[in-house]
């Protein structure tokens, strides 16, 4: 039996957040304005304020200037172009993120097209996902971007292992495997669709979870000592109405004692997200401004 090490990416994501208020603190005492990061809510949905709210606190956390813009429900899409567009030649805000999911009446494509992509914090702009493709200067979308942090806590070096990313969305999967590639890793994509999925996994010296089916990697699926990235988030309600719990796309239990390295769920790829969002809203900063990015962000 393999004895697992879990990843604790709420320590990695505490580390990294430090490093950053760290270097904003100092561009801040050379004269340079802070990093400036606009965050928009359209509606109330529960889960979006909170992740709203959380957001808000690690930016300020960091020493940034955090603007937020709560619209009601019923904002129209030309009244959310026109804030985007305020937003992107203001020289105070770096980042822009729009929270997802948008009201049904707001084009979501649309809206995220319009965020200048040198202000797309979030990544999701097809200039930033076209140069991550191409090996280009990219914001990199977060999730990912947490996840290959991650890793790296566990293999410094990436080349010539192979991992396999479960799931193709444009927000996780196809850009986790792009960075995967950019590392030299040999990358499977797979999905609902793939033949022998058990088997594909069990090839794989790592796995990258985030199909958003709770536990759908078994144990048996591991490889001895694989490493697993669980990126699934996915809230359960017993039967009875008790208390609802978070579970992973990985039965956790199962995979302790085959994998090598597995993240938990809560308190593994999620803490990283906000992390490399406050990063993302620095290396904007730096770009805008003409100054360097520092070397061990």
Request: charged content about 20%; some cysteine; hydrophobic content about 40%.
């Amino acid at each position: 039996m393999t004895e697992t090490r879990i990843i604790d990416g709420t320590r990695v994501a505490d580390a990294l957040r430090e490093r950053i208020r760290v270097h904003v603190e100092a561009g801040k005492a050379a004269g340079h304005a802070p990093p400036g990061l606009a965050v928009v809510l359209v509606g109330a949905d529960p889960a979006s304020q909170v992740y709203v709210r959380s957001k808000h606190k690690r930016t300020q956390e960091c020493g940034m200037a955090s603007f937020e813009h709560i619209l009601p429900a019923e904002t129209g899409e030309d009244a959310l172009l026109a804030l985007i567009n305020d937003l992107n030649r203001d020289p105070a805000v770096h980042g822009i993120l729009v929270q997802l999911p948008l009201p049904r009446h707001i084009d979501s494509g649309r809206i995220i097209e319009a965020i200048d992509p040198a202000k797309d914090v979030d990544g999701f702009h097809p200039v930033n996902a076209g140069r991550l493709m191409t090996g280009g200067p990219a914001l990199i979308p977060c999730t990912p971007l947490g996840c290959l942090y991650l890793l790296k806590s566990v293999h410094p070096r990436l080349d010539g292992l192979r991992a396999i990313v479960v799931g193709r969305s444009n927000i996780v999967g196809k850009p986790m495997a792009q960075l995967l590639l950019r590392e030299s890793a040999t990358v499977t994509m797979a999905h609902s669709r793939t033949r022998d999925l058990a088997g594909e996994c069990r090839r794989a010296d790592i796995i990258v979870a985030a199909a958003g089916q709770p536990e759908l990697v078994r144990g048996d699926w591991i490889g001895e000592g694989a490493t697993v990235i669980d990126v699934g988030i996915n809230r359960l309600t017993p039967p009875d109405g008790g208390k609802s719990r978070l579970i992973g796309d990985v039965a956790f239990a199962e995979a302790m004692g085959v994998a090598g390295a597995i993240t938990p769920v809560p308190g593994g790829v999620g803490p990283m997200t906000i992390a490399m969002l406050m990063r993302n809203t620095l290396e904007a900063c730096c770009r805008q401004t003409g100054r360097s990015f520092p070397d061990d962000l």
